[in-house]
């Protein structure tokens, strides 16, 4: 018995080790994405009036989707905007690279359209994943009242064939 314990504190040990290695590797290795993540986000000026209105934009329709939630419709409505935003995001970079000067403080819209992407184009797929997941939900709530309503309909059935 003493010999299994030990295999197998001899074999946690080297998991823990493996682990350890592993761990931090990728946090070697994570390190320039996290500092071109952190310095993307400090090179943008935060208070610059049309970065304020395209978050709160973001916030509203986060809002209108939790509070529709129980109207599909609608929300298959805000589905398919929320792509068609994201479809639209590359023509959106270039108007906007072009104008610039006439509501930016500086030139955010690079060739690669890397801010657009973060800033319109994330929040937008979220929001269409959200609306994703309430609508898979949505359905498995009507496919088990279906079920539950063929299930009583049979009961009748059944019952009124026994009288």
């Excluded at 994570?30 to 395209?54: C, R, S, T, Y």
């Excluded at 072009?98 to 500086?106: D, L, R």
Aim: aromatic fraction near 12%; glycine fraction near 4%; include cysteine.
């Amino acid at each position: 018995m003493d010999e299994l314990k030990t295999a197998m504190n001899d074999h946690l040990d080297q998991m823990q080790e493996v682990i350890e290695k592993i761990s931090s590797e990728l946090r070697v290795g994570m390190q320039p994405a996290m500092d071109n993540f952190i310095g993307f986000f400090h090179a943008i000026d935060w208070k610059e009036p049309w970065l304020v209105g395209l978050l709160a934009f973001h916030f509203m329709v986060l809002i209108i989707i939790f509070t529709s939630r129980k109207n599909i419709n609608f929300q298959m409505y805000l589905f398919l905007l929320s792509l068609a935003g994201v479809y639209l995001a590359e023509r959106l970079n270039t108007v906007l690279s072009e104008n610039w000067k006439s509501f930016a403080g500086q030139n955010y819209f690079d060739r690669h359209g890397v801010f657009l992407s973060v800033l319109w184009s994330g929040p937008l797929l979220v929001f269409a994943t959200i609306i994703l997941v309430n609508t898979l939900f949505s359905l498995c709530h009507l496919i088990v009242k279906w079920k539950r309503a063929e299930l009583k309909h049979r009961a009748r059935l059944s019952a009124t064939k026994q009288d």
